[in-house]
T-cell receptor, first 112, second 112 residues
Framework: SQTIHQWPATLVQPVGSPLSLECTVE??????LYWYRQAAGRGLQLLFY??????ISSEVPQNLSASRPQDRQFILSSKKLLLSDSGFYLC???????????FGSGTRLTVV | QKEVEQNSGPLSVPEGAIASLNCTYS??????FFWYRQYSGKSPELIMF????GDKEDGRFTAQLNKASQYVSLLIRDSQPSDSATYLC????????????FGTGTKLQVIP
């Protein structure tokens, strides 16, 4: 069966520090992968999506970047975190067009 | 701008009652519709999807779709305290590059 792994679960980082969040999917190949952010009390904001290795589309210009070095690995990064980067970061994958997403367990990031 | 609208709530219902959650969307050509449940501090979990006009039932859950009115709803029969969560409506918009747009969610409280 397909599973999605995301880590770490929680992270507290100072302003200006770098960030790297990793997401991996098992049990499938060539998945569509997504990074979402959910700020406190707000909806899900799509940050990046990828349909294949090295193929990244950015939805919202900001302080973050994404990479897909392997078929089932999706990484979210920042060189210098801002206070506004705090939130709940969710990785998701979709195995077939038109179907819903399956989310990882999420990373709660607090920038202090 | 393709939008998905939900009443933020909270919607309070007594245990055993029917909870009715509503969602409207802006793109008449939308193809797929999803309901996610999100417990506080957790990632969203897909509970229902519907593609055709009418009703779709799964256990205590019924999804209803009316494409002419651009309206999708979720009914929860025999509501339980464990159903207390935020329910997110999501829509797969036509022409979107395999992306799903989420509403901001309705918080449901089931009162014992």
């Amino acid at each position: 069966s397909q599973t999605i792994h995301q880590w770490p679960a929680t992270l507290v980082q100072p302003v200006g520090s770098p960030l790297s969040l990793e997401c991996t999917v098992e049990g499938t190949s060539n998945p569509n992968l997504y990074w979402y952010r959910q700020a406190a009390g707000r909806g899900l904001q799509l940050l990046f999506y990828s349909v294949g290795i090295g193929q990244i589309s950015s939805e919202v210009p900001q302080n973050l970047s994404a990479s897909r070095p392997q078929d089932r690995q999706f990484i979210l990064s920042s060189k210098k975190l801002l206070l506004s980067d705090s939130g709940f970061y969710l990785c998701a994958w979709k195995w077939q067009a038109g179907y819903g997403y399956t989310f990882g367990s999420g990373t709660r990031l607090t920038v202090v | 701008q393709k939008e998905v609208e939900q009443n933020s709530g909270p919607l309070s219902v007594p245990e055993g009652a029917i909870a009715s959650l509503n969602c409207t969307y802006s793109d008449r050509g939308s193809q797929s519709f999803f309901w996610y449940r999100q417990y506080s501090g957790k990632s969203p979990e897909l509970i229902m999807f519907i593609y055709s006009n009418g009703d779709k039932e799964d256990g205590r859950f019924t999804a209803q779709l009316n494409k002419a009115s651009q309206y999708v709803s979720l009914l929860i029969r025999d509501s339980q305290p464990s159903d207390s969560a935020t329910y997110l409506c999501a829509v797969f918009f036509s022409g979107g590059y395999q992306k799903v747009t989420f509403g901001t969610g309705t918080k449901l409280q089931v009162i014992p």
